[in-house]
C-alpha cells in the first residue's frame, strides 16, 4: 500500500477525537495485517470509499475504549453500547474518514464515500475482501481503552 | 424507501445462489428494520455503494446458513468459518451487490462499488448510520439456515 494513505487517516484519527471527544489517542506502530492475526473489536464501523481508488475503512473499539469515548462526547457516563453510542461510532467513522478524504483530495486522489454500517457484538474480527494489504493503525486511550482503524485499498490502484 | 430498488436485489440473491452455490433460498416477506429489532448473523459482508444514490448492503448469515451454502460451493463439507468462508461471503455479497447494479443501471442508477468487509464473530447485529430506512429481506435455506440481506440508501435520493 502506498504510504500516501498513512498520513491522512493517521492525522483525520487524531485530529477528529481532539475535537469530538476531547481526547488525545496515542498511536502505536501501524502495521500489516496478516491472517489469522487479525484486530479484534466490539463494536466496528465500516466505510467503503469509491473514486480514483475503491477501499474500505474500519473503526474497531474495545467496550472500554467506545464508553470512555463518547461519555466524553456526551458530556455524561455511558454504560452500554446503545443504538446511540452505535450511531456515535458510525459518526466518528464519518468524520475520519470526511478529513482524510480532504487531505488526500489535494493529493490528486477523488474519493466518494458510501454509508457507515455498524457493527456491535462482543469480540468480533474484521476482514476486506480484496487481493491488496490492509494496513492496521491501532490507537490507545487507556491502558485497556484501545481501538483500531483498519484502512485497505485495491493494491493495483495503489 | 423507493420499491425500485428491492427486485434487483432479491433477484440477484436468488440468482447469485442458484448460480454459486446451487441453492434455492426462500424469500420470506421484507420488512423495513426498526431499532431495537435488529437482524442478527454470525458472519456478515458490507459492501458500500456511492454514485446516483450513497448506500450500504449487508449480507447476514447464521453459522448454520454459511456453512451448508460454503460446502455446496466448495463441494466438500465445511465445519468452521475459516478465512476461506469469510473470502466467499465477501465474494457473494459482490456478486449480489453486482448483479443489482447491473439492473439498476437500466434504470438510470449508476452505482460504483467499494470493497466488501467482513465481519466475523458469534451474534452481531448491524446498523446503517443513515437517517433513511434500511430494508431487510429474510431468506430461508433449511428450517435454522437462514440470512439477511440489508440495503439502505439514503432516503432524500430514494
Redesign the interface.
Known amino acids: 500500500m502506498n504510504v500516501i494513505f498513512i498520513n491522512p487517516f493517521l492525522e483525520a484519527v487524531v485530529h477528529v477525537f481532539k475535537t469530538m471527544a476531547f481526547t488525545d489517542p496515542k498511536p502505536g506502530e501501524p502495521f500489516l495485517k496478516k491472517?489469522?492475526e487479525l484486530s479484534q473489536g466490539d463494536v466496528?464501523?465500516?466505510?467503503?470509499?469509491?473514486?480514483s481508488v475503491?477501499?474500505?475503512v474500519?473503526v474497531s473499539f474495545t467496550e472500554a475504549a467506545i464508553l470512555q469515548t463518547v461519555a466524553n462526547m456526551f458530556g455524561e457516563p455511558v454504560n452500554e453500547i446503545s443504538?446511540e453510542v452505535?450511531?456515535a461510532v458510525?459518526?466518528l467513522?464519518?468524520m475520519i474518514c470526511g478529513d482524510a478524504r480532504r487531505a488526500l483530495e489535494s493529493q490528486g486522489y477523488h474519493l466518494?464515500?458510501?454509508?457507515?454500517?455498524?457493527?456491535?457484538?462482543?469480540?468480533?474480527?474484521?476482514?476486506?475482501?480484496?487481493p491488496g494489504p490492509t494496513l492496521v493503525m491501532p490507537f490507545t486511550i487507556d491502558s485497556d481503552a484501545t481501538f483500531f482503524v483498519e484502512v485497505?485499498?485495491?493494491s493495483d490502484q495503489t
Not at 44 to 51: E, F, K, N, S, Y
Not at 112 to 120: E, H, L, M, W
Not at 123 to 130: A, P
Open positions: 491472517r489469522p466496528t464501523a465500516v466505510l467503503g470509499l469509491t473514486g475503491k477501499g474500505s474500519a443504538s452505535e450511531d458510525g459518526e467513522c464519518n466518494q464515500a458510501a454509508i457507515p454500517t455498524v457493527i456491535n457484538g462482543k469480540g468480533h474480527r474484521i476482514s476486506h475482501s480484496v485497505c485499498f485495491e
